[in-house]
Protein backbone atom coordinates (compact mmCIF):
# COMPACT_ATOMS: atom_id res chain seq x y z
CA UNK A 1 0.00 0.00 0.00
CA UNK A 2 1.42 3.62 -0.93
CA UNK A 3 2.33 6.47 1.75
CA UNK A 4 0.39 9.22 1.59
CA UNK A 5 2.93 11.76 1.61
CA UNK A 6 0.15 14.68 1.23
CA UNK A 7 -3.74 14.96 2.38
CA UNK A 8 -5.58 18.36 1.68
CA UNK A 9 -8.53 18.10 3.73
CA UNK A 10 -11.44 20.76 3.21
CA UNK A 11 -9.65 23.21 1.95
CA UNK A 12 -10.73 26.71 1.43
CA UNK A 13 -9.02 29.54 0.36
CA UNK A 14 -10.45 33.27 -0.38
CA UNK A 15 -9.16 36.52 -1.80
CA UNK A 16 -10.58 39.87 0.34
CA UNK A 17 -10.86 42.04 -2.40
CA UNK A 18 -12.68 45.58 -2.65
CA UNK A 19 -15.50 43.83 -4.25
CA UNK A 20 -15.79 41.19 -1.70
CA UNK A 21 -14.78 37.60 -0.86
CA UNK A 22 -13.61 35.85 -3.42
CA UNK A 23 -14.02 32.36 -2.60
CA UNK A 24 -11.08 31.00 -5.40
CA UNK A 25 -11.51 27.47 -3.39
CA UNK A 26 -14.01 25.73 -2.22
CA UNK A 27 -13.66 22.66 -0.25
CA UNK A 28 -11.28 20.49 -2.04
CA UNK A 29 -10.17 17.21 -0.50
CA UNK A 30 -7.48 15.19 -2.00
CA UNK A 31 -4.37 13.05 -0.86
CA UNK A 32 -0.92 12.17 -2.71
CA UNK A 33 0.48 8.98 -2.64
CA UNK A 34 4.83 8.87 -2.70
CA UNK A 35 5.97 8.50 -5.85
CA UNK A 36 2.88 9.18 -7.80
CA UNK A 37 1.67 11.45 -10.30
CA UNK A 38 -1.80 13.85 -9.92
CA UNK A 39 -3.14 16.00 -12.50
CA UNK A 40 -5.48 18.56 -11.77
CA UNK A 41 -7.07 19.65 -14.43
CA UNK A 42 -9.74 22.77 -15.25
CA UNK A 43 -10.13 26.13 -17.41
CA UNK A 44 -8.96 29.29 -15.72
CA UNK A 45 -10.21 30.43 -12.52
CA UNK A 46 -11.49 26.57 -11.43
CA UNK A 47 -9.35 27.23 -8.39
CA UNK A 48 -6.29 24.62 -9.60
CA UNK A 49 -3.42 26.82 -9.48
CA UNK A 50 -4.89 28.56 -5.86
CA UNK A 51 -4.62 24.66 -4.51
CA UNK A 52 -1.18 24.70 -5.73
CA UNK A 53 -0.46 28.01 -3.86
CA UNK A 54 -2.10 27.29 -0.67
CA UNK A 55 0.01 24.15 -0.21
CA UNK A 56 3.55 26.00 -0.74
CA UNK A 57 1.53 29.13 1.33
CA UNK A 58 2.72 31.80 -1.34
CA UNK A 59 -0.66 33.70 -2.01
CA UNK A 60 -1.25 37.10 -2.72
CA UNK A 61 -0.98 39.60 0.07
CA UNK A 62 -5.30 39.54 0.35
CA UNK A 63 -5.69 35.48 -0.16
CA UNK A 64 -5.83 33.35 2.90
CA UNK A 65 -6.13 30.01 3.50
CA UNK A 66 -9.98 30.70 5.79
CA UNK A 67 -10.55 26.32 6.52
CA UNK A 68 -9.60 23.03 6.13
CA UNK A 69 -6.29 21.06 6.46
CA UNK A 70 -2.74 20.61 4.83
CA UNK A 71 -1.09 17.61 6.08
CA UNK A 72 2.24 16.95 5.02
CA UNK A 73 3.25 13.28 6.51
CA UNK A 74 0.88 14.01 8.76
CA UNK A 75 1.48 17.13 9.80
CA UNK A 76 -0.46 20.01 9.35
CA UNK A 77 1.77 22.77 7.45
CA UNK A 78 -0.78 25.15 7.83
CA UNK A 79 0.14 25.64 11.56
CA UNK A 80 3.72 26.05 10.58
CA UNK A 81 6.26 29.53 11.78
CA UNK A 82 8.24 31.09 8.95
CA UNK A 83 11.11 29.27 9.19
CA UNK A 84 9.36 26.14 9.28
CA UNK A 85 7.83 26.81 6.27
CA UNK A 86 10.90 28.12 4.62
CA UNK A 87 12.28 24.73 5.31
CA UNK A 88 9.06 23.12 3.68
CA UNK A 89 9.13 25.02 0.52
CA UNK A 90 12.15 23.88 -1.99
CA UNK A 91 13.62 21.32 0.41
CA UNK A 92 10.21 19.00 0.93
CA UNK A 93 8.28 20.55 -1.67
CA UNK A 94 8.89 22.81 -4.98
CA UNK A 95 7.22 24.70 -7.32
CA UNK A 96 7.85 25.10 -10.87
CA UNK A 97 5.61 28.27 -12.53
CA UNK A 98 4.19 28.72 -15.39
CA UNK A 99 6.26 31.40 -17.23
CA UNK A 100 9.94 30.88 -16.74
CA UNK A 101 10.75 34.18 -17.47
CA UNK A 102 8.94 36.06 -15.50
CA UNK A 103 10.24 33.28 -12.71
CA UNK A 104 13.53 33.90 -13.16
CA UNK A 105 15.49 37.06 -11.95
CA UNK A 106 16.97 38.43 -15.38
CA UNK A 107 19.62 40.53 -13.64
CA UNK A 108 21.54 37.55 -12.18
CA UNK A 109 23.39 34.60 -13.34
CA UNK A 110 21.32 31.19 -13.65
CA UNK A 111 24.22 29.73 -11.96
CA UNK A 112 24.15 32.25 -9.19
CA UNK A 113 20.21 31.73 -8.95
CA UNK A 114 20.61 28.03 -8.96
CA UNK A 115 23.34 28.27 -6.14
CA UNK A 116 21.46 30.33 -4.04
CA UNK A 117 18.57 28.20 -4.20
CA UNK A 118 21.50 25.00 -3.07
CA UNK A 119 22.95 27.04 -0.24
CA UNK A 120 19.46 27.88 1.49
CA UNK A 121 18.33 24.70 1.80
CA UNK A 122 20.88 22.63 2.14
CA UNK A 123 24.05 22.40 3.81
CA UNK A 124 26.69 22.93 0.97
CA UNK A 125 29.26 25.24 1.00
CA UNK A 126 30.00 27.59 -2.16
CA UNK A 127 31.97 24.82 -4.50
CA UNK A 128 29.72 21.91 -3.88
CA UNK A 129 26.13 24.36 -4.82
CA UNK A 130 28.34 25.03 -7.92
CA UNK A 131 29.01 21.62 -8.69
CA UNK A 132 25.33 20.62 -7.56
CA UNK A 133 24.10 23.12 -9.84
CA UNK A 134 25.81 22.02 -13.24
CA UNK A 135 24.82 18.31 -11.96
CA UNK A 136 21.71 19.39 -12.17
CA UNK A 137 21.46 21.07 -15.30
CA UNK A 138 22.88 18.11 -16.93
CA UNK A 139 20.64 15.70 -15.56
CA UNK A 140 17.67 17.99 -16.91
CA UNK A 141 19.33 17.70 -20.28
CA UNK A 142 20.99 21.23 -20.33
CA UNK A 143 24.10 21.49 -22.72
CA UNK A 144 27.43 22.70 -22.22
CA UNK A 145 26.08 23.45 -18.00
CA UNK A 146 29.13 25.13 -16.96
CA UNK A 147 28.66 27.68 -19.80
CA UNK A 148 25.03 27.95 -19.07
CA UNK A 149 25.81 28.88 -15.68
CA UNK A 150 27.67 32.17 -16.69
CA UNK A 151 24.87 33.38 -18.32
CA UNK A 152 21.92 35.30 -18.14
CA UNK A 153 17.76 33.99 -18.34
CA UNK A 154 17.38 36.42 -21.53
CA UNK A 155 20.28 34.44 -23.18
CA UNK A 156 18.59 31.22 -23.50
CA UNK A 157 15.25 29.92 -25.05
CA UNK A 158 12.07 29.30 -23.29
CA UNK A 159 12.61 25.35 -23.37
CA UNK A 160 16.23 26.16 -21.52
CA UNK A 161 14.99 28.68 -19.30
CA UNK A 162 11.85 25.90 -18.45
CA UNK A 163 14.45 22.98 -17.87
CA UNK A 164 16.63 25.42 -15.63
CA UNK A 165 13.50 26.22 -13.37
CA UNK A 166 12.84 22.34 -13.23
CA UNK A 167 17.02 22.06 -12.00
CA UNK A 168 16.08 24.79 -9.64
CA UNK A 169 13.09 23.21 -7.73
CA UNK A 170 14.82 19.56 -8.11
CA UNK A 171 18.24 20.62 -6.41
CA UNK A 172 17.28 19.84 -2.89
CA UNK A 173 15.50 16.63 -3.33
CA UNK A 174 12.02 16.99 -2.65
CA UNK A 175 9.63 14.82 -1.96
CA UNK A 176 6.67 16.73 -3.89
CA UNK A 177 6.89 18.86 -6.98
CA UNK A 178 4.32 21.02 -8.24
CA UNK A 179 4.36 22.07 -11.64
CA UNK A 180 1.83 24.97 -12.41
CA UNK A 181 1.35 24.88 -16.69
CA UNK A 182 5.05 23.70 -16.97
CA UNK A 183 4.21 23.76 -20.74
CA UNK A 184 1.97 26.74 -21.62
CA UNK A 185 4.71 29.29 -22.89
CA UNK A 186 6.54 26.45 -24.73
CA UNK A 187 5.75 24.97 -28.63
CA UNK A 188 3.94 21.63 -28.98
CA UNK A 189 7.90 19.78 -29.80
CA UNK A 190 9.48 21.28 -26.90
CA UNK A 191 6.45 20.23 -24.25
CA UNK A 192 6.75 17.17 -25.21
CA UNK A 193 10.33 17.29 -24.18
CA UNK A 194 9.45 18.93 -20.83
CA UNK A 195 6.81 16.12 -19.45
CA UNK A 196 9.10 13.32 -20.71
CA UNK A 197 12.43 14.77 -18.80
CA UNK A 198 9.27 15.35 -15.85
CA UNK A 199 8.27 11.24 -16.19
CA UNK A 200 12.25 10.14 -16.47
CA UNK A 201 12.67 12.41 -13.75
CA UNK A 202 10.14 11.06 -11.44
CA UNK A 203 11.24 7.85 -11.84
CA UNK A 204 14.72 8.61 -11.03
CA UNK A 205 13.78 10.58 -8.18
CA UNK A 206 11.24 8.66 -7.20
CA UNK A 207 8.98 12.25 -6.07
CA UNK A 208 5.44 12.60 -6.32
CA UNK A 209 4.00 15.47 -8.54
CA UNK A 210 0.85 17.39 -8.98
CA UNK A 211 0.44 18.34 -12.13
CA UNK A 212 -1.79 21.48 -12.58
CA UNK A 213 -3.19 22.33 -16.10
CA UNK A 214 -6.04 23.23 -18.15
CA UNK A 215 -5.58 20.61 -21.22
CA UNK A 216 -6.62 17.37 -20.47
CA UNK A 217 -4.36 16.20 -23.28
CA UNK A 218 -1.32 17.17 -21.67
CA UNK A 219 -1.63 14.81 -19.04
CA UNK A 220 -3.46 11.54 -20.59
CA UNK A 221 -0.63 9.14 -19.97
CA UNK A 222 1.31 10.34 -17.18
CA UNK A 223 -0.79 10.72 -14.26
CA UNK A 224 -1.72 7.86 -11.93
CA UNK A 225 -4.89 10.15 -10.74
CA UNK A 226 -7.36 13.32 -11.72
CA UNK A 227 -8.63 15.71 -10.58
CA UNK A 228 -11.36 17.87 -12.54
CA UNK A 229 -12.05 21.36 -10.94
CA UNK A 230 -14.38 24.09 -11.79
CA UNK A 231 -15.50 26.82 -9.48
CA UNK A 232 -13.39 26.23 -7.07
CA UNK A 233 -14.60 22.67 -6.62
CA UNK A 234 -13.71 18.83 -7.63
CA UNK A 235 -16.21 17.80 -10.23
CA UNK A 236 -14.36 14.19 -10.89
CA UNK A 237 -11.81 12.02 -9.70
CA UNK A 238 -10.00 9.50 -10.95
CA UNK A 239 -7.53 7.18 -12.67
CA UNK A 240 -6.99 8.31 -16.56
CA UNK A 241 -8.53 5.65 -17.84
CA UNK A 242 -12.14 6.79 -15.63
CA UNK A 243 -11.69 10.16 -16.92
CA UNK A 244 -11.17 9.73 -20.41
CA UNK A 245 -13.10 6.25 -21.40
CA UNK A 246 -15.99 6.93 -18.62
CA UNK A 247 -16.33 10.79 -17.51
CA UNK A 248 -19.60 11.07 -14.93
CA UNK A 249 -19.39 14.96 -14.88
CA UNK A 250 -20.79 17.00 -17.64
CA UNK A 251 -17.94 19.28 -16.94
CA UNK A 252 -15.58 16.28 -17.58
CA UNK A 253 -17.27 15.46 -21.13
CA UNK A 254 -17.06 19.28 -22.07
CA UNK A 255 -13.88 19.34 -21.37
CA UNK A 256 -12.81 16.27 -23.58
CA UNK A 257 -14.77 17.26 -26.29
CA UNK A 258 -13.22 19.90 -26.89
CA UNK A 259 -9.90 18.03 -27.69
CA UNK A 260 -8.57 18.07 -30.82
CA UNK A 261 -9.19 14.68 -32.99
CA UNK A 262 -5.61 14.46 -34.41
CA UNK A 263 -7.17 11.07 -36.03
CA UNK A 264 -10.13 12.58 -37.22
CA UNK A 265 -9.41 15.93 -38.32
CA UNK A 266 -12.84 16.59 -40.31
CA UNK A 267 -14.47 16.48 -36.53
CA UNK A 268 -15.85 19.41 -35.39
CA UNK A 269 -14.46 20.55 -31.98
CA UNK A 270 -17.36 21.71 -29.36
CA UNK A 271 -16.66 24.16 -27.02
CA UNK A 272 -17.85 24.69 -23.48
CA UNK A 273 -20.68 26.76 -23.74
CA UNK A 274 -21.27 30.48 -21.82
CA UNK A 275 -18.49 31.75 -19.54
CA UNK A 276 -16.79 30.60 -16.51
CA UNK A 277 -18.65 31.53 -13.26
CA UNK A 278 -18.16 34.68 -11.06
CA UNK A 279 -16.95 33.08 -7.90
CA UNK A 280 -17.64 36.42 -6.14
CA UNK A 281 -21.32 35.37 -6.83
CA UNK A 282 -21.37 31.86 -6.56
CA UNK A 283 -24.46 29.91 -7.35
CA UNK A 284 -26.63 27.99 -4.72
CA UNK A 285 -26.42 24.97 -6.16
CA UNK A 286 -23.67 23.35 -8.67
CA UNK A 287 -21.36 25.24 -10.37
CA UNK A 288 -21.85 24.23 -13.76
CA UNK A 289 -25.27 24.29 -13.65
CA UNK A 290 -25.58 27.74 -15.76
CA UNK A 291 -23.45 26.44 -18.45
CA UNK A 292 -24.79 22.76 -18.44
CA UNK A 293 -26.93 20.85 -21.35
CA UNK A 294 -28.76 17.97 -19.10
CA UNK A 295 -29.47 20.76 -16.06
CA UNK A 296 -32.08 19.76 -13.94
CA UNK A 297 -34.01 21.98 -11.31
CA UNK A 298 -31.95 20.26 -8.35
CA UNK A 299 -29.52 21.46 -9.99
CA UNK A 300 -30.01 25.43 -9.02
CA UNK A 301 -30.90 24.65 -5.89
CA UNK A 302 -28.36 22.20 -4.25
CA UNK A 303 -24.83 21.62 -4.42
CA UNK A 304 -24.17 17.74 -5.43
CA UNK A 305 -22.41 15.31 -3.43
CA UNK A 306 -19.34 13.59 -3.96
CA UNK A 307 -20.62 10.09 -5.25
CA UNK A 308 -18.52 6.79 -5.03
CA UNK A 309 -18.82 5.24 -9.02
CA UNK A 310 -16.23 2.51 -8.42
CA UNK A 311 -12.74 2.16 -6.42
CA UNK A 312 -11.06 5.10 -8.01
CA UNK A 313 -14.09 6.73 -9.93
CA UNK A 314 -15.67 9.55 -8.12
CA UNK A 315 -18.30 12.20 -9.59
CA UNK A 316 -20.20 15.15 -8.06
CA UNK A 317 -23.26 15.12 -10.58
CA UNK A 318 -26.86 15.34 -9.82
CA UNK A 319 -26.77 13.03 -13.24
CA UNK A 320 -25.66 9.97 -11.22
CA UNK A 321 -27.53 10.80 -8.29
CA UNK A 322 -30.53 10.12 -10.84
CA UNK A 323 -29.27 7.35 -12.59
CA UNK A 324 -28.23 5.67 -9.35
CA UNK A 325 -32.05 5.90 -8.46
CA UNK A 326 -33.01 4.70 -11.75
CA UNK A 327 -31.13 1.41 -11.54
CA UNK A 328 -32.43 1.39 -8.02
CA UNK A 329 -35.86 1.79 -9.10
CA UNK A 330 -35.66 -1.06 -12.01
CA UNK A 331 -33.97 -3.26 -9.77
CA UNK A 332 -37.11 -2.88 -7.29
CA UNK A 333 -39.72 -3.61 -9.94
CA UNK A 334 -37.79 -7.00 -11.33
Not at 79 to 100: A, T, V
Not at 226 to 249: L, Q, S
Not at 325 to 332: H, L, N, R, T, Y
Given at each position: ???K?????????S????????K????????????K??G?V??????K???A????Q???S?????????????????????????????????I??????T?LN??F??????????????????QE????A??????????????????????L???????VMI??????????L??D??T????????A??L?????L????????????????V?????????????????????????FY??????T????????????Q????V?????????????????????????M?V??E????????S???????????K?L???E??????
Amino acid sequence: MSEKILEVKNLHTSFFTDSGEVKAVNGVSFDLDAGKILGIVGESGSGKSVTAYSIMQILASTGKVVDGQILYRGEDILKYDKNQMRQFRGKKCSIIFQDPMTSLNPTFTIGSQLMEAILLHTSRNKQEAHDRAAEMLTLVGVNEPEKRLKQYPHELSGGMRQRVMIAMALACEPDILIADEPTTALDVTIQAQILELMQELQKKLGMAIILVTHDLGVIAGMCDEIIVMYGGRVCERGTAEDIFYNPKHEYTKGLLRSIPNTTNQKEKLVPIGGTPINLLNMPKGCAFCARCSEAMKVCLEAVPEEIKLSESHYASCWMNVKELMQKEGGASHE
